[in-house]
C-alpha cells in the first residue's frame, strides 16, 4: 500500500475574537446580591474567564457562553437574558451563510471535524449541494485507519489525460511514453479568491499550504512572480495572454491555466511542443453552451478541464439563461455526461470551481462528476474573512487580513483542509467506497431531492372535496 | 375493547420547570403604576398573574400566550400599567427542526399533562420540508366519535407478528424509548425514561451501554441494545430482556461507529462497559462478523439461540436500497425492523454525517412499507420508525406513512428540560443534568421529576393522537397505518392550485 496520507493539524489561534450567534445580556439594576450569584455557579465559568478585548472593546463572554441558559433560568430577578447577535446574523451572503461561516472559522482554528452532540439542526434540504444526500452501506465498510488488515481510504486523484490502455511491443515493452499525470492526494485545489484585502504575504501563506496539503494554488503569473522558485510546482499560473510565448512560463511548473480566448488553439499547441511534460488547463465558464466547449476542449488535447461558475456566491439567485444552470451541481452532471456520451470522459479531467462552501460539497461534487473542485473563498474565511466585501469598496479589512503573517496563514488553511480532508474520509467510509476516483459520477450513491421527494409526496398532493387540513 | 381497558394510564401530575425561571415566549412587564388591583389575575384564564399579601406579580408569565390571548391583561389593566412583549430570550433559543414553540410546548406537555393552550405552534418545526411540510387531512364536521372517551381508543402496538414462540408483546401507546446508553446520558436519565415506560405499557431501550443493576425492577420493559462494540453485552443481560435490539447503525451517523469522550467514561461508566476510566470509548462500524444477510441471520440466530422467547429489533439507517436491507432483516427472523432517519439524535456525531448521510425518514419508511407489502411480507414484521420524530404530529404522519409504531428519543430530553445547546459531548456533558455522567451535574435532577415529565409529556402525545384519531373517523392506531390518502404536501398542493 502507498504512504498514507495524513495532515497534521494542530490549533491555531484567531487574531480577533470571531463574532458569536448570540449574547449574553446582564443587567446591573435590581441585582439582589444574592450569597451565591448564578454567574458563580457557571458549569463553564463564563464569567471568570471573560475579559475584554481592550483593542476592539468586546467581550468575550459571548464566545464563552455555551448556551446552557442556567444563569437566565437561574436569576431570582431574571436579569440575565440571551439574545440573538445582529452583527452574526448580517454576515456573509445567501451563499456563505453566518452559520457556514462560523463552522468554517472553527475548522480553521482547531483542524478538527465539527462534532456535535443533539441531532441535525438545519432544514430539511437546501439549494443545490444541499438538495443530495449521500448514500452509505449498513454492512461494509473500508476504515480510514487500515485497521484489522484491511486497506484504508484513499483521497488522491489524477490530473491530466489518462489513456485507457498501454500499448506493449512484442517484447513486453511500452510503446509510448505513458501519459503525464499530477498526483494529488486529496481532490480539492486551491484558487486565489477574486478579493480580498491580501498581499504577497498572504500569497505565500497559501501557496506554502498547498505545498505542504500536497495540492495546487491556481493563481495569476504575476502573483506567481513575487513566489520562491521552490513553490512553483505548486502553482498554477494562469495565462491570459491572446498571443503566448512559451519561454515566458516559469521553470519547475507543472500545470498551467489558459483562458478561452481567441488563440487558444495555437496557445496549447505551442505550449504542448515546447514542453511535453506541462499539463494545461483550459478554463471555460458555466454556461449555456459549456457542454459543446468542453467537448471541443477534450478532443482538442485539453488535459484538464476548469468548469469556472462566475458569480458563484449568488449562483442560485442568478439562475437564468445566461448563467445556465440553476447549480453547480447541475452543470457539473451535465458536462459530464455529454464527455460521457461522447466517450472521452476517462482521457480529460475535469475541476470545477465556485460553489463550494463546506466539506461535505466536495464528495457530492464528485459524485456530480468532477474529478476535483478549486476552493477559493474558503482561503479567506480561513483567515477569519466575515465576507463582509468592504475590501471590495476600497475599505480597510476588520479582521485586517493582509497583516497576517505568512506562518499563520499556512496554519490556518492547513487546519481546514485537514479538517475537510477528514469529513471526505467520513462520507466515503459510509459509503462504502475506497477511493476518491470511484466517487466520479457515481450518482447511483446519491440521493437527490428531486426524485426522492416526487416519488414520496408527489402524489400527496389533493384535498378531496369536504375534506380540510387538520 | 375489554383488553385496553384492563390497562390504566397513570394520571398527568403539573411538574413544573426545574428551574426558577422557565423560559416562555412573551413577557409580561407591569409598571410602577400597579395599584395591586387585581384585575389582572381574575382575567387571565392561564394562571400568569399572582397576588401574594396584596401586591400582584406576573409570577408566570412564562404561560402567557401573547396577543391571541382572548382576555388580555394589558388590555384591562385600568392603569395601563402591564405591557407584553416577546421574550428576546425566546428568539434565541431552538433551531430549524425543533424550533422555539416546539421546546417550549413540550416543556408545557411535560409540565400539564395537555399541549399548550395558545400562541405556540406545537404540531410543526420550520424545516422546511418532510414532516413539516405535511398536513393530516380530515372530512368536515363531526365524524361521531368527538365524544367517545379516550379510552375507548385502542393505541396498542402488537410487537409480535410472526406469532412465534418468541412472547407475544404488546404496548399499549405507539411509541417506544429509544437506546441511549449509560454514558451518553445520566443514570437518572435512564431510570426516568424506563420508569415512564412502565408507567406507560410500554419499552425503552438502554442503547449500547451495558445494563446497569438499577433497571432490574423493570426489565419486563426493557429493550436491551447488542451494537457493534458490545459494551456491557452479557449473555445474561440478554437472558433478562423481552426484547433484543441488533444495532446495525444510527441515523445521525449512518456508517459510522458511536463515540464516548474520554471525559464521559467515569469510573462506573467505565466498569459497566468493562474498559479504562478517561480513555474515549469507539463502537466500530460495522459489525465486523456481518458482510451478509447470511451473516446477519446467524446474529439473530444467537440471539435466539440465547433467549428463544426474545424478539429481536434490527435498528437499521437509511441507505438507498433501505427496502432490500428490510425485506433481509424479515427473512433473517427478526420481529422488528426499526428504521432510524437521517434527522435523528445522537450523543456526539460529526456535523457532516447528521446532515448529508443517508435519506431522511420520511422518504425511508414509505419505501419500505410499499416494499415489504409488495413482499407480501408486510403483516410479519413490525415497522418501527424513529429519528426525528418531535411531536405527536410527527408520529400520526410517519404512521399514515406506513410505520406501526415510533421510537422517541430527543424529545423525553425535551421533556427534561433539554434546550438543545449541542454540547452533549463536550467535557463533562450537558451542564443541565442530563446527558451526561459527571457526578455533580447527575444531581441537578431527580428522577422522580424525571419520570413525571417524561409521562405527563407521553400522557399529552396520546391524549392528541386520539384526538386527531377522532378527527379522522377511526378508532384504532392500526386503522391509520399506511394510510398516506389521509396526508397532503403543501408543496405539491401549491402547485396543484396553481395548475389549475
Request: net charge neutral.
Amino acid at each position: 500500500m502507498p504512504e498514507k496520507y495524513v495532515i497534521h493539524t494542530h490549533p491555531v489561534p484567531n487574531r480577533f475574537k470571531p463574532i458569536a450567534r448570540s449574547g449574553v445580556i446582564a443587567w446591573e439594576e435590581g441585582c439582589l446580591r444574592c450569597a451565591v450569584c448564578v454567574k458563580e455557579k457557571c458549569v463553564y465559568d463564563v464569567y471568570y474567564k471573560r475579559g475584554l478585548d481592550a483593542r476592539y472593546m468586546t467581550d468575550s463572554i459571548d464566545n464563552l457562553c455555551m448556551n446552557c441558559y442556567r444563569c437566565v433560568q437561574g436569576c431570582p430577578k431574571e436579569l440575565i437574558q440571551k439574545s440573538v447577535n445582529p452583527e452574526f446574523t448580517a454576515m456573509g451572503d445567501s451563499f456563505f451563510t453566518p452559520a457556514i461561516i462560523a463552522r468554517l472559522w472553527y475548522q480553521a482554528e482547531t483542524g478538527k471535524i465539527p462534532v456535535s452532540g443533539a441531532g441535525y439542526p438545519g432544514p430539511f434540504c437546501g439549494p443545490g449541494f444541499d438538495s443530495i444526500w449521500t448514500d452509505m452501506s449498513e454492512i461494509v465498510r473500508p476504515t480510514r485507519d487500515g485497521i484489522h488488515g484491511r486497506e484504508y481510504i484513499s483521497t488522491s486523484v489524477d490530473l491530466g489525460r489518462p489513456s485507457d490502455f498501454l500499448l506493449l511491443d512484442d517484447a513486453g515493452n511500452m510503446v509510448e511514453e505513458p501519459p503525464v499525470l499530477v498526483d494529488i492526494p486529496m481532490p480539492i485545489l486551491l484558487k486565489v479568491p477574486p478579493f480580498g484585502n491580501i498581499n504577497h504575504t498572504t500569497f505565500l501563506g497559501w501557496a506554502t499550504a498547498a505545498m505542504k496539503l500536497g495540492t495546487m494554488l491556481a493563481c495569476s503569473l504575476e502573483q506567481l512572480s513575487v513566489l520562491p522558485r521552490e513553490l512553483h510546482p505548486w502553482l498554477i499560473p494562469l495565462l491570459d495572454m491572446d498571443s503566448l510565448n512559451p519561454e515566458s512560463i516559469p521553470k519547475g511548473v507543472r500545470i498551467v491555466e489558459l483562458v478561452k480566448n481567441d488563440g487558444w488553439e495555437d496557445n496549447l499547441a505551442k505550449i504542448k511542443s515546447t514542453f511535453s511534460d506541462l499539463l494545461v488547463c483550459i478554463r471555460i465558464p458555466m454556461k449555456q453552451g459549456m457542454e459543446k466547449e468542453a467537448l471541443i476542449l477534450a478532443n482538442a488535447g485539453a488535459d484538464i478541464i476548469h468548469l469556472q461558475r462566475e458569480e458563484a456566491l449568488t449562483a442560485d439567485e442568478k439562475a437564468s439563461e445566461e448563467f445556465g444552470p440553476r447549480h453547480v451541481k447541475e452543470g457539473i452532471r451535465s458536462v459530464h455526461m455529454a464527455l460521457v456520451d461522447a466517450n472521452i470522459r476517462n482521457n480529460v479531467t475535469l475541476i470545477a470551481s465556485g460553489g463550494f462552501a463546506m466539506a461535505e460539497h466536495v464528495p457530492k461534487a464528485l459524485l456530480c462528476g468532477a474529478d476535483a473542485v478549486f476552493s477559493e473563498f474558503q482561503l479567506l474565511i480561513a483567515l477569519q474573512c466575515r465576507m463582509c466585501r468592504r475590501c471590495v469598496s476600497g475599505l480597510s479589512c476588520p479582521v485586517d487580513i493582509g497583516g497576517a503573517s505568512a506562518k499563520w496563514v499556512t496554519a490556518r488553511v492547513i487546519n481546514l483542509f485537514g479538517a475537510w480532508h477528514n469529513q471526505l474520509l467520513e462520507v466515503m467510509g459510509a459509503m462504502g467506497i475506497r477511493e476518491a476516483r470511484r466517487l466520479r459520477g457515481e450518482v447511483g450513491r446519491a440521493m437527490f431531492y428531486e426524485d426522492l421527494d416526487e416519488a414520496t409526496f408527489g402524489s400527496l398532493g389533493s384535498v378531496g372535496e369536504g375534506f380540510e387540513l387538520e | 375493547m375489554s383488553s385496553q381497558s384492563k390497562f390504566k394510564f397513570p394520571e398527568a401530575v403539573k411538574t413544573p420547570s426545574r428551574f426558577r425561571n422557565p423560559i416562555g415566549k412573551y413577557r409580561l412587564h407591569r409598571t410602577d403604576k400597579c395599584i395591586s388591583c387585581g384585575k389582572c389575575v381574575e382575567i387571565c384564564s392561564y394562571g400568569v398573574h399572582v397576588i401574594r399579601r396584596g401586591k400582584v406579580f406576573a409570577e408566570n408569565h412564562y404561560l402567557c400566550v401573547g396577543p391571541g390571548c382572548p382576555d388580555p391583561c394589558h388590555k384591562n389593566c385600568p392603569e395601563d400599567a402591564l405591557f407584553c412583549r416577546k421574550n428576546p430570550t425566546f428568539d434565541a433559543l431552538g433551531d430549524k427542526r425543533w424550533t422555539a414553540d416546539l421546546l417550549v410546548s413540550t416543556w408545557y406537555m411535560a409540565e400539564n399533562g395537555c399541549v399548550p393552550p395558545g400562541g405556540l405552534d406545537y404540531k410543526v418545526g420550520a424545516s422546511g420540508g418532510g414532516f413539516d411540510k405535511l398536513r393530516i387531512i380530515v372530512k368536515k364536521g363531526k365524524t361521531g366519535l368527538e365524544d367517545l372517551p379516550d379510552e375507548e381508543f385502542d393505541t396498542t402496538v402488537k410487537l409480535n407478528r410472526r406469532e412465534d414462540n418468541a412472547h407475544r408483546v404488546k404496548i399499549e401507546v405507539p411509541f417506544y424509548g429509544g437506546g441511549m446508553s449509560y454514558g451518553s446520558v445520566s443514570i437518572r436519565t435512564i431510570l426516568s425514561r424506563m420508569k415512564a415506560a412502565k408507567a406507560l405499557g410500554t419499552f425503552c431501550c438502554t442503547g449500547e451501554g451495558g445494563y446497569p443493576d438499577e433497571l432490574k425492577p423493570y426489565d419486563d420493559n426493557v429493550i436491551t441494545q447488542v451494537a457493534t462494540g458490545l459494551f456491557g453485552v452479557k449473555e445474561e443481560t440478554i437472558k433478562r430482556v423481552k426484547i433484543v435490539e441488533l444495532k446495525y447503525a444510527q441515523g445521525a451517523k449512518p456508517g459510522l461507529g458511536g463515540h464516548l469522550l474520554g471525559d464521559k467514561v467515569t469510573p462506573a461508566v467505565a466498569r459497566m462497559r468493562e474498559a479504562v476510566v478517561g480513555h474515549p470509548l469507539f463502537s466500530p462500524f460495522p459489525f465486523h462478523s456481518v458482510y451478509s444477510v447470511e451473516d446477519h441471520k446467524k446474529h439473530v440466530d444467537w440471539i435466539k439461540a440465547i433467549n428463544p422467547q426474545a424478539l429481536v429489533s434490527v435498528k437499521v439507517s437509511t441507505p438507498t436500497d433501505i427496502d432490500m436491507v428490510a425485506v433481509g432483516i424479515y427473512y433473517a427472523g427478526a420481529h422488528i425492523v426499526h428504521l432510524d432517519g437521517s434527522y435523528g439524535g445522537t450523543g456526539a456525531a460529526p456535523e457532516i454525517a447528521k446532515k448529508n448521510i443517508a435519506m431522511p425518514l420520511e422518504y425511508a419508511l414509505p419505501k419500505v412499507h410499499r416494499f415489504l407489502t409488495e413482499e407480501g411480507v408486510r403483516d410479519k414484521i413490525t415497522v418501527i420508525a424513529g429519528g426525528g420524530i418531535r411531536t405527536p404530529h410527527d408520529m400520526a404522519k410517519i404512521i399514515a406513512l406506513g410505520a406501526d409504531g415510533i421510537c422517541t428519543g430527543t424529545a423525553d430530553l425535551v421533556a427534561l428540560e433539554c434546550l438543545r445547546c449541542h454540547n452533549c459531548e463536550s467535557g463533562r456533558g450537558c451542564a443541565r443534568g442530563i446527558a451526561t455522567t459527571d457526578p455533580e451535574l447527575t444531581e441537578l435532577m431527580e428522577h422522580d421529576w424525571g419520570t413525571q415529565r417524561i409521562i405527563n409529556m407521553f400522557l399529552a402525545w396520546r391524549k392528541e393522537f386520539v384526538r386527531i384519531l377522532k378527527r379522522l373517523g377511526m378508532k384504532s392506531v392500526k386503522e391509520l397505518v399506511g394510510r398516506s390518502d389521509c396526508l397532503v404536501h403543501l408543496d405539491y398542493m401549491e402547485k396543484k392550485s396553481l395548475k389549475s
